[in-house]
Structures are given as C-alpha cells and as structure tokens.
C-alpha cells in the first residue's frame, strides 16, 4: 500500500470497536476513516488519514448520555524500534513483523480524540441538595459542648 501510496477510505461500525466502545453510552453509528499511505524524502513510511464519528458518551458530572463529535487527524511514521527521533508533526507506529492492524490503528486514534471526562459544555441538569430548613427553637446536639466546659475549668 505504501508503494502504491493508496488511499483507502470508508465507514466502520462504532459496534466492531471493541475497545473505544467500552467507554460509549452505546454502540450504534458509525466512523468515518480515512488513511493515505506514502513514503516521505527520506524514505520513511508512512500513514496520514483522519477518523471521525458522531457518538455518545456518559457525562461525568450528571451521567447521563451526550452527544461527542471525534475528530482526529494524524501523521504516522512507522517505525521498527523505539526511541526513533520524528519531526514534527509525525508521531511513531511501531512495526510488528512488518506488517500493522489498521483496526487497531483506528481504535487508538479514536480513543485519543476522546476527552479524558466528559461533560456537557453547559451545567447539567444535576440534582441540587435542598437547603435545610433551619428553626430557632430547634433542639441543636452538640457532641464536644461539655469538652469546651472541661478545657475551661483548666
């Protein structure tokens, strides 16, 4: 594909992401995918592409579902060890016997778009503690009144 410098592109099901599913509110929908494979001047692989879906997600403050719009773009080198130095903006792949899980590879950078916590952007409709009613003649328990008494007598 690289030789070629192929571009391939098309949908995948958000149920078939096992890994950035676990972390939805639900499976349904779809990801858009894109990857274009090239070789740059100095002979290095690599794989650009972009992936983005419309899903849902639960949000941490009142946890109820919410709509996430993913998009992420990417620039990969693929490499065969670590610790190979990249310029900017390329970020390294590592090779596993020549050959690499673009369904992986399509996972890890959705899961990366994803937000470390979700929230809506505006306050939810969160459940507010109701202000206690206070009363004067109220019978009010103090459990260290008679400790104040004992350091007094000192």
Do not use: Y
């Amino acid at each position: 594909m690289i030789a070629r410098e192929a571009v391939i592109s098309g949908q995948v099901s958000m149920a078939k992401l096992a890994r950035v599913v676990d972390l939805l509110a639900d499976s349904s929908g779809h990801a858009w995918v894109e990857l274009a494979f090239a070789k740059d001047d100095e002979q290095r692989w690599l794989i650009s592409g972009n992936v983005s879906a419309e899903c849902a997600v639960f949000c941490q403050r009142c946890l109820k579902a919410m709509p996430l719009q993913i998009e992420q773009e990417f620039h990969l080198a693929l490499v065969s060890s670590d610790g190979v130095d990249l310029p900017e903006p390329l970020e390294p792949c590592l090779l596993r016997n020549d050959s690499i899980n673009l369904h992986a590879l399509v996972e890890d950078e959705m899961l990366l778009a994803l937000p470390m916590i979700s929230m809506h952007p505006e306050h939810c409709n969160t459940h507010q503690p109701q202000a206690v009613e206070t009363t004067e003649n109220r019978d009010t328990r103090r459990p260290f009144a008679d400790l104040a008494d004992m350091l007094n007598r000192r």
